[in-house]
């Protein structure tokens, strides 16, 4: 309960501190939260049109939590929290069930403490659902399978976990494959066999149905359409990738992955329940991803739910050093100390350009009272490009819709491009069609382009007042007339 409420406390203080990604608005959209009456048909129709490479699961979620809480993104981002907190009750209780009672905590501590998957309890998306689903199946499977818990509740909730599963995100196929891997080849044949069979079958027969549309989707990804130019990751980058996110980036921790391969040696179930269904997975990736080039270092979210696989795992590793109490803290606190590490020295905008941008919801809600018809917002940033166009609009576009004015935060990369003197020539040239302009830039970002924004503003119009309320960004007005 500690790690749980730790986390959530640390979680919620985020909760209003970024923009939403461009994904989080096909989420907001596809959900219905842009218009004024959504219901279930209008989201079928969106995620058939537009999102084809979607199950939707998480948008059916969304749909029912934005009609109870409100379509605020702060309160839309609560749901990923939810699963998140979800997921970490569930590893805990499937590191106790099924290695040792230690490993119950060490298993909580470590994906609570894992850097990648943090990024994922704010953005509005369906990742911290498709871990939470992924568990609650392995954790009842294995309840099953080993522990031999046959009644009739246990089978509906493998299927409802199944169901569940297979619609939270596509990659559940991965994770699905394996499980019915090791069903088929390391599970004694019986009646119960065969009422596992039977569950995961069920499932499987009420996701076709939607197989059609995730054809037409991957069709469209394989062209480029949905992807475009991207660096595909080959065989060999997808598993360090995999390694390297789930373990906080340091190979150290390869060392317990060997010591559970002992145990599959000694013939330990869970052992080769969990090294089947990770092996097929990624092998599952490697396939996908040479046929569909859908995979990137950007992407890397998308491996998500091997993530608790590889920290049971550990623990199983982990679990045969439980002799030496204080060398299993110290790696324990190891393990913290590389997350820590590893986010100082990556950063999240690596994989979530949104956490090291402007703000730009809180530029808006601080300039709601002071924007006039025909002002113009200006400004750089080093992490969420603004100009990033969905199907249903840009950020920009969802956070300014009330206000007449225009927008032009370019992206450091592409000022990195230009030579000084191109930059002040086409700043100047914009500037001067405007009474009013109002400038915006973190405040951890403002070499280079500060002096040349500043002198390009400085020709026409005059410094009016530069406001730092808000904690990472600075607003400065410039104007043609005499400041009021």
Known sequence: MVVILVTFALATRLLDDYPILPDGLRSIATAGGLEAESDLASMFEKLTDVSQQHVPGYFLALFAWGKIAGWDPLLLRTLSLFFGILSLALIFRLGRDFVSREAGFFSIVMLASLSFYNLWYLPIRMYTLFVATGLWLLWIYLRIVIHGRTSPGHYAVLFLASISFLYSQIFSLAVGLGLALHHLLFVAKSRHWLFVAAAGA?????????????????????????????????????????????????????????????????????????????????????????????????????????????????????????????????????????????????GADIFLRSYNTIPIHLVERHLREDLQPGDLLVGWSGGLSFEY????????????????????????????????????????????????????????????????????????????????????????????????
């Open 202 to 346: 069920l499932a499987g027969l009420l996701f076709l149905p939607w197989l059609s549309t995730l054809l037409t989707g991957t069709a469209e990804v394989a062209s480029g359409e949905e992807f475009g130019d991207i660096r595909v990751l080959g065989p060999v980058e997808t598993v360090a990738t995999i390694l390297s996110l789930s373990m906080n980036a340091s190979v150290l921790f390869l060392g317990l992955l060997a010591l559970s391969v002992r145990r599959v040696l000694n013939r330990d179930s869970v052992s080769i329940a969990l090294w089947t269904i990770l092996i097929v997975a990624i092998a599952f990736y490697v396939a996908v991803n040479r046929a569909t080039g859908a995979i990137d270092l950007h992407r890397s979210r998308y491996f998500v739910a091997l993530f608790p696989l590889i920290i049971l795992l550990l623990n199983v590793g982990l679990a045969q050093l439980s002799r030496w109490k204080l060398v299993s803290l110290v790696i324990l606190l190891f393990w913290i100390a590389s997350g820590l590490l590893y986010q100082r020295r990556v």
């Open 389 to 484: 166009r969905t199907p249903y609009g840009g950020v920009i576009d969802y956070y300014f819709a009330d206000h007449p004015v225009d927008i032009g935060i370019e992206h450091t990369y592409v000022l990195q491009q230009l030579g000084d003197d191109q930059i002040s020539a086409t700043l100047a040239e914009r500037f001067a069609q405007y009474q009013r302009i109002w400038l915006t830039y973190e405040l951890d970002n403002t070499a280079r382009f500060q002096e040349l924004y500043q002198d390009a503003l400085t020709h026409n119009h005059a410094r009016c007042f530069r406001d730092r309320t808000l904690a990472t960004v600075a607003i400065e007005l410039y104007q043609r007339s005499a400041c009021e």
